[in-house]
Structures are given as structure tokens and as C-alpha cells.
T-cell receptor
């Protein structure tokens, strides 16, 4: 089941904040956030694990609500370099070999 | 350190031709993933390998697609025969399944842009 991301797109001015949401219809074990700039490959930002462990980025934070099966990515004081499409990828078990299912992405544009 | 290497970066072919995409994962990584990205469908997982063994190929669209990983440093994705609807960017990614086995960071290659005329 593909996670649902919202909003689909957001436009900001430099310095503004944004929140990107990711929700799943299935229980989540981990949520992974990636950013993709136009014409480039997705780049890892952050992993959030069930139980609260988090690994990732210095200037971007995220939350993981296991009960609601949701994660949110918080971009504060946005910079021009934050522009790109943000994908969440969800994993549903702690299996030895687990795959990620990616949402359709949220396109973020930061203008001067 | 070299990242994930994919070749070719661009491929233009005619319908009906065989296409082979190649991937070299990061040394030491034991999981490899093939994705396809289109505007309509987003980033779709086609197949993934763990320790060179295919684990889940449920995303492979049809029998025209096949993937192999003969050793830890090389994988191929083959489309035969190719069709215009196969046009997309194909990414290869690798990761290391550490400790508890949860999926760790996936490192994506630069992708192969495939155009089937």
C-alpha cells in the first residue's frame, strides 16, 4: 500500500517553514524521507523507527506517530537549496529483508 | 568513495529491441533495489535482492522484465522486447541491512533515462 503524502506541492519564500505529511493505512515499522532535485537521484534525509530512534539530517526534523501511522517532515527557515521533491518511504515489518514503498512525493519550491 | 554506478545514463531504442541496464552497488552493501520512476506512477520498486538473491519481484511489470545479480558487485535489468510505455528513469539503489535487519539508508545511482520509440 502506497503511503499518501500531503500536500502535493508547496511554494515558500526563503525563511518560511513547511510541514510535509506522510500517512499509511498499514502499521509502520519505519519511515524514510528522501529529497530529489530535478534531474537527479533521490538523496537520503532521515529514517524514523518505531520506538523513537531517529537518524538523519541536522537542519530538518521529523516526527513519527505510530498510533496514527503517520510521519511529518519539518523544514524550518527554508533555504533555496531545500527546493525539490520530497518522498516518504514506508516499511511495515522488521523483517530481515524489507522493502520500502514510496509515496508520490511533495514538490517544494523555495523562492527568494 | 564511489557511489552506486549505473550505465548507460541515457538509452534510446526502438520498440521491440532488447535493453539491458547495469548497476554496480556500493562495495560492502548487501541489498540492491531496482526502481522505475515516471511522472504518472512515481517511484516504483521493481525488484530487490539481498545477498544476491531476489527477495521480492512483485513489482516487475510483466515477463518482459528480468533482473539478475550474478555477484555482489553487479546487477542487470533487462527488458525484452521493449515497448514505448517502458520509457522512464530507472534507478538502482543499494543499502546495508545492518543489525536488526531493518532497511538502512538506500543510496541511489544517477539513473538511466530510457526512451523507447
Amino acid at each position: 500500500q502506497q503511503p499518501v503524502q500531503s500536500p502535493q506541492a508547496v511554494i515558500l519564500r526563503e525563511g518560511e517553514d513547511a510541514v510535509i505529511n506522510c500517512s499509511s493505512s498499514k502499521a509502520l515499522y519505519s519511515v524514510h524521507w528522501y529529497r530529489q532535485k530535478h534531474g537527479e537521484a533521490p538523496v537520503f534525509l532521515m529514517i524514523l523507527l518505531k520506538g523513537g530512534e531517529q537518524k538523519g539530517h541536522e537542519k530538518i526534523s521529523a516526527s513519527f506517530n505510530e498510533k496514527k501511522q503517520q510521519s511529518s517532515l519539518y523544514l524550518t527557515a527554508s533555504q533555496l537549496s531545500y527546493s525539490g521533491t520530497y518522498f516518504c518511504g514506508t516499511a511495515h515489518t522488521q523483517g530481515g529483508s524489507e522493502k520500502l514503498v514510496f509515496g508520490k512525493g511533495t514538490k517544494l519550491t523555495v523562492n527568494p | 568513495d564511489a557511489g552506486v554506478i549505473q550505465s548507460p545514463r541515457h538509452e534510446v531504442t526502438e520498440m521491440g529491441q532488447e535493453v539491458t541496464l547495469r548497476c554496480k552497488p556500493i562495495s560492502g552493501h548487501n541489498s540492491l533495489f531496482w526502481y522505475r520512476q515516471t511522472m504518472m506512477r512515481g517511484l516504483e520498486l521493481l525488484i530487490y535482492f539481498n545477498n544476491n538473491v531476489p527477495i521480492d519481484d512483485s513489482g516487475m511489470p510483466e515477463d518482459r522484465f528480468s533482473a539478475k545479480m550474478p555477484n555482489a558487485s553487479f546487477s542487470t535489468l533487462k527488458i525484452q522486447p521493449s515497448e514505448p510505455r517502458d520509457s522512464a528513469v530507472y534507478f538502482c539503489a543499494s543499502s546495508s541491512m545492518v543489525g536488526s535487519g531493518f532497511p538502512d539508508t538506500q543510496y541511489f545511482g544517477p539513473g538511466t533515462r530510457l526512451t523507447v520509440l
